[in-house]
């Protein structure tokens, strides 16, 4: 209780804004942490949107004004849930004006706005951006496993992020289909399974991938006919700089699958299988000889991750949300200095290369590097 | 947030102390609640103990004396997670001081305590008791698609709740295993799928059941070796009031079960199937003609019970604690004499007399009315 | 080629006839077995229904008297799958003129006509019956895992054959539903589940059980409505000699199971899951500290059982025809004389008692040994 | 009985051969087949291995020299299980010499030899491919859904065949291994799931793939390190001609999977989910609004293709050996010039294109048509 206190500006107040505030209390309840995180001021377009928002969040102040929030010596930490177009601005100055930065991805809705913001944070103040399928304790599992080399050398990664709410032809144009806002399955979901690829095996070295979109025209909530120009679906053959291949996908029209975030790692010696839609599961194989080989389902337990701070039993589960918090106490610990497993801008650029080269080779028709 | 605030006195600060803080604080950020409930003093065998554990979940004030904090006019509503032979005095302590009362499963230690807590509550106070299990949105599904006739009539429940804590010899004697602090599986654990079938297919008019001890000896923390009276695993035939029959298990000598509370529900229309180990996933069969029956898993989403409240989206997936939390909001609501699914001081009994039945059954040998 | 043959004379010519004449035809081919088998003679109730399905099934002679077909001196074998009601009859005649007796389950249709069987067996010709479940590659497994000691000292057993053949209030009044035709749910289909209980666990010394019939009438098929006064499902609670405990079911009413078969093994040391429904695979727990355990589903391959005799690489799958051609294995092998896995009259007998208990058990009302 | 016969030459008597023999067998005795199909002939390398395994597999004559059973007038079809590099010259000499051939996968091991055996079928004799996978009742059904429009329109196939024969360091240099005799996990094992995906979804347009060799060097079985230039894991993009995309990927080194033939097929109003680790289910999901959608596991039975010649109730399984006996009854329906589910020369060289496509498009680089 003696800890010392973390400031934060919450930029945003919409679905993402307020999971961010519930995850800071969880997190600060649910953890030991270096700082006591405390959303001091919420901002959002206006005033009254953000002072009812913060009154429903029992945040203290309010502004209208982003800007205001970052100006406010008191805050040290500028979390950023606002539509993918603000992400940047709004980063870019809270780094400049000394801040820590904890923010939603995708990071930017170009790589050049990406790449100015990690060039912002070359000088050195932690960010950290919201990959949140990564904090999984199973995932840190996964990750373990294939570092002590249980199951050999990495051969293959095949996965993909699959949800259906685009999927039928009555699914309205909204912002995700717009271009100039990352639109797209590709940027919007296929985000999640690039970090994860990248997580779990390493570099992308190279890809050769299709777009693909369902439906050309879609009716927006006012009634008109609007032209798709982003992809519904994404399919790419990638190599790793370790050789080994793969597959991404990624879809928002993949009917049936409401949190499709899959994927089988191959390895010489073991193969790791995964679901999001378990995802306090996780599959193993371990080769060798013998009648009882085969793949083992591990069930979340206190011995995995952080999965023992919200419940010291295994099998209980952890939800969505405590992911979440998971991923608030990274960020809290990038910002108090420490080593810390939050994903920086410059890991979330790097994500965003493996996109656009996918986009890329969508247009030019073969293999293209990152 | 002027909604008027319950004042609560939270007694016990062990894991379940914990979880019913945590639980009280996301439930008033999460749910719109008729009050606001706020933890204004915890309570602890002594007050060094109660000081640190307050200061540690943020709660304002401390007391060494139960009696002392149920004394509190400013009390509205007293929550009870106790060791277990604590749950009957404080419980009648604080209904006969006015308060509701909020008390963890098992209700108590013995019939008669259970129907004293009963009696003392049929003053009309509010009661609620944590079957964290019952709250869960596809249970609440299972129960909507019962009722309106979906599976036609129920004609069997076949349940267990099985873990694996207990399952080596090595695992120590403990406080679970005293038989006058409502130790065994059927008491700790049984309770939970006694409360499933009640509260899925309707009173149990009949029992036969048998317990069993794996290890009657076990070695305590102290080194001793201590006798076990109590049982490891129960199992039970049971006559539903409306004909149906069906089996009821428990054990924590499960050995690969972390969360087994798992049951099949058949009736004459289509079946049910459901297992904790997966909670976010219900089985529905629907009986008919045609190529394409089987048995469809509905994933969770906020087209199911309080499942919105926590996430928009379906298929992320809510936790234990999130559970505890619509627990939480069910105890506020009765505490605000409102109607609630919280399940009462009544509820509890019934389905201890279940669980006392099946002893009793064990000992007499033969089918015995609860 | 030069092996000399089993002269084998088929009685009943339904599905189970030509599934016994299909077996034996493949058992020949697939398994280097010391006797050829050879379906010499096809007897039914009369001779053109014989003729026409001997022709249809390859075999050279008919009758339309079984007598007859036992008289021949030449038949070395009697394979029986008639109705139930005749099987004591034929099974008894072929016996006392010395031939050895491959019968269906159920043994007969009372305990006193399955006690006349194993009587005549006890002369030493020798018998076999078809339990096909029992010759299940994974269930060897499962069997060699638990005698190794690999899941420690069994602590229970739990166990259901549910189906939903007779799961509508339309399905009609057949033959099942004859008392004295060994009909019900526990009698048809709740012997596979208690065979496969004594199997893998052994003797059982008490039941507790209950019957339920759902539909109290049924029309038969020439439109008349009928007293059904058999069970549409059972449960039981056993103790097994060893002292384990467990529960065992039958239904015929379980809508949406097709063939399940199931159940669940709890050792001290770990458990064994299986379900019929997908029955090339075992699922084996193995307790130990670490990370990484849990359930393992092994996938049957060459090194289980008799699986490589009909495919040399893992995981592509026997059927249940493939069981049926195991069994016939094991029946030829005891009519050559030799050590077999085949389940003699005794066997069955022993199962049947079982049932028998039940049926008592729940007229009883409480606990019965078999 | 009376049915006319098909005299059949079985060139081949490894593994394969044997298949052919036990399916030929169980066709006959299983389908009401418009020939009765007789293995009259087994012809191997030389007389002394052909006459023991004729004796064996209980075929009546046996030849050193499959020129000698193709030039015996009473043949009227040719099975070819030969080593792949035998397939052309065989299928070839049979087709002029007018017999109808049945050739096992690969069709040959170059496109050229594939395309001279289409040639060669041109002449209108009936032909067959052994693509066993194809003939499933529950391929058969999701073939049915999507003719009939209930998943919609396809937007995606993604695909895979992963087997782990090869995955070991220590798995040794063996024919399939060469490239002269379709060695490799893209010929050898991917063109199941190409073949599926054309059935199922239609032509394939356009491909990007790419080879993996995890182990460039293998040892062969007389001790001797030998350079392997076939691929151990391939992985594509693929684009259908109906501009549909998706991922096709074949692995012999997939640690864990044993016949892991699976996909899922996503359309704008459903989808459909397969794997052949557990091929009697079919997982179909259809869209719409409520609560209790979700993917729905279908259970084989004699309501889906050629099920119910194996057993005519559901659940119960066929297995490998029965699919390839579906596979023997297409085969002689087409030798009957009937309609038929059997794939001809024209279908399989249609597979290789896609293979060899896949094959060029890593030496170059991007897409490639086939």
């Not at 980063?91 to 923010?103: F, M, Q, R, S, T």
């Not at 790589?111 to 050195?124: D, K, L, V």
């Not at 960010?127 to 373990?144: C, D, H, K, Q, S």
């Not at 699958?257 to 010696?269: H, V």
């Amino acid at each position: 209780m003696t800890r010392p206190v973390l400031n934060i500006a919450l930029i945003g107040s919409g679905f993402m804004g307020r999971a961010h505030a519930l995850a800071f209390a969880a997190a600060d309840r649910t953890f030991d942490l270096p700082l006591s995180p405390r959303v001091t001021v919420l901002a959002d377009r206006d005033l009254p949107t953000a002072t009812a928002a913060a009154a429903l969040l029992g945040i203290p102040n309010a502004s209208g004004d982003w800007r205001e929030a970052i100006a406010d010596a008191s805050i040290d930490m500028v979390a950023i849930a606002t539509p993918n177009l603000l992400h940047a601005p709004i980063a870019i100055a809270a780094l400049e004006a000394g801040k820590a930065v904890y923010c939603e991805k995708p990071l930017a809705t170009t790589i050049a706005e990406s790449e100015a913001m990690t060039a912002a944070a070359a000088s050195g103040r932690p960010t950290a951006v919201g990959f949140t399928y990564l904090y999984n304790p199973m995932i840190a599992l996964a990750r373990e496993l294939i570092a002590e080399g249980e199951i050999g050398e990495v051969t293959a990664f095949r996965g993909i992020h699959a949800e259906d709410f685009m999927a039928s032809a009555d699914a309205p144009f909204n912002w995700r289909c717009e271009p100039d806002q990352a639109g797209g399955a590709l940027a919007d979901i296929g985000s999640h399974i690039i970090a994860m690829a990248k997580h779990l095996v390493g570099d992308i070295a190279s890809v050769s991938g299709r777009l693909y979109t369902a439906y050309p025209v879609r009716r927006d909530a006012q009634g008109n006919d609007r032209a798709v120009t982003v992809d519904d679906q994404m399919d790419a053959v990638v190599a790793f700089a370790n050789g080994a291949t793969g597959t991404l996908a990624a879809s928002w029209i993949a009917s049936g699958r409401k949190m499709g975030l899959a994927f089988e790692i191959s390895g010489t010696k073991g193969s790791i299988s995964f679901t999001q839609e378990q995802f306090n599961e996780l599959k193993l194989y371990r080769s060798g000889p013998g009648r009882t080989n085969g793949f083992t389902t591990i069930c979340a337990g206190p011995e995995h991750g952080d999965y023992g701070a919200f419940c010291p039993a295994s099998g209980h589960q952890i939800g969505y949300n405590d992911l979440k918090t998971i991923e608030v106490k990274a960020a809290v610990e990038a910002a108090a200095g420490l080593p810390s497993a939050a994903k920086s801008f410059a890991d979330a650029l790097a994500v965003e290369k493996v996109a656009d080269a996918i986009r890329r080779s969508h247009r030019e028709g073969g293999w293209v590097r990152p």
